[in-house]
């Protein structure tokens, strides 16, 4: 079976996660992709670290606001009800608990639940904005990556080889492959993506898996995207 | 309520020496003082410690540079604190080269100490940065059997803000996401300089919708260049 990197499958996936009421900050990269999979039945708050509850859908091209912009500098468009705040207000509600999921993308994260994403010594040093905020403060943190980097190694690790934004606070892995939730330093397989097999998953990845009794195979059909 | 002076943007460059800390408020382009910052790359003052929350763009592709990535592309900063410079290539340059000190702080933690300075407080307590770089030499403190680290309020000899509205007493009003760090800077620069769009009567702004009082205002600066 060949791997094919599809991030819109980790996309979807998050997407169907979330229930009306809720309170999601989509972090930059890939988690930003998540929005356009939310069931239009779905009512939930999109806040911004940049001090904004309730982004709307991005704005059709030449009516962008430079006032009106999302952490990643994204121009956006408002909810009906949508507030501002400023940042110490912002990450009062962060910090606060009041963020029901924090989505991040990740370089690696461990079967500890600890993630890295802010640095790559010597090499990238983006800084980490409010990811350790964010991964601190939020009631469920998910970590949304492809599966492998481009070198083939798994980004799912025993143990964090790059500085780490936060220490055992991730709750949940969506991977193109599967679902992970992170318990007792361990991986724990709830749901693994056809055509893949849990076996096949925990051949390539350098951590413990724990196959759940009751996981499912789940078929997430959305357009080849491949990253 | 006295009128503040209203100066060009050449004066109020003026106002920043050589060597001073400076806060400039905003986040990627949105909401900063560019018009002040202009002029204060033309002044070519330098030594200064500028304290904001990123570090704008500086694209080495394209030659786009936005913000304060004009005094980092003049070397007018010795030292650079902030939580983010991911899109700023210049800054990592400096860095990676060790001409310049960058201390990245997590943005929640940065706009917190900012308000501390601002408040008269000596510090605060955050979970943020446990078990990661951004804890070494930090004090932790634990409270009610939890561990938070000891976090020092921030001030500046000098902050420049942007807001949307001031009256001539310097009352201000934000706009949109815009507003971001300003609010918390106008209270934490020994001098404050405020860049607005527009400049209206003292009275003319609903007392119930003044976002910064006056009280922290020192100078106004007509805006010109808005992004």
Known sequence: MEYVANKEIVAKRIAGIFKTGEVINLGIGLPTLVEKYIPQDVSIALQSEIGIMGIGPAPVKGSEDRDLIDAGGSPITLWTGSCFFDSATSFGIIRGGHVDYSVLGVLEVDQEGSLANYKVPGKMVPGMGGAMDLTTGARVVIAATLHFQPSGASRMKRCCTLPLTAMHKVNLVVTDLGVFQVLGGRFHLTECFAPYTPEWIQERTDADIIVKNDYRIVTIDVPPNPA | MIDIPIISAADAAGKINEGDSLMVGGF??????????????????????????????????????????????????KKIIASHIGANQETQRQMNA?????????????????????????????????????????????????????????K?????????????????????????????????????????????????????????????????VQAIQLD
């Open chain 2, 28 to 77: 990627l382009n949105c909401g900063s003082p560019h018009t002040i910052i202009l002029a204060l790359k033309e002044k070519g003052t330098k030594n200064l410690t500028l304290i904001c929350n990123d570090t704008a763009v500086h694209d080495f592709k394209t030659g786009k540079i936005t913000g304060v990535g004009h005094l980092i592309q003049g070397r007018q900063c």
């Open chain 2, 156 to 220: 500046a000899d000098v902050a420049i803000i942007k807001a949307r509205k001031a009256d001539k007493s310097g009352n201000l009003v934000y706009n949109g996401t815009a507003r971001n760090f300003n609010p918390l800077m106008a209270t934490a620069g020994v001098l404050v300089i405020a860049e607005v769009e527009e400049i209206v009567e003292t009275g003319e702004i609903d007392p119930n919708e003044i976002h910064t009082p006056s009280i922290f205002v020192d100078f106004l």
């Open chain 2, 98 to 154: 060790g001409e310049t000190e960058v201390e990245l702080v997590p943005q929640g933690t940065l706009v917190e100490q900012v308000r501390a300075g601002g408040a008269g407080l000596g510090g605060f307590l955050t979970p943020t940065g446990l078990g990661t770089e951004v804890a070494n030499g930090k004090q932790v403190i634990v409270v009610a059997h939890k561990p938070y680290l000891l976090e020092l309020p921030l």
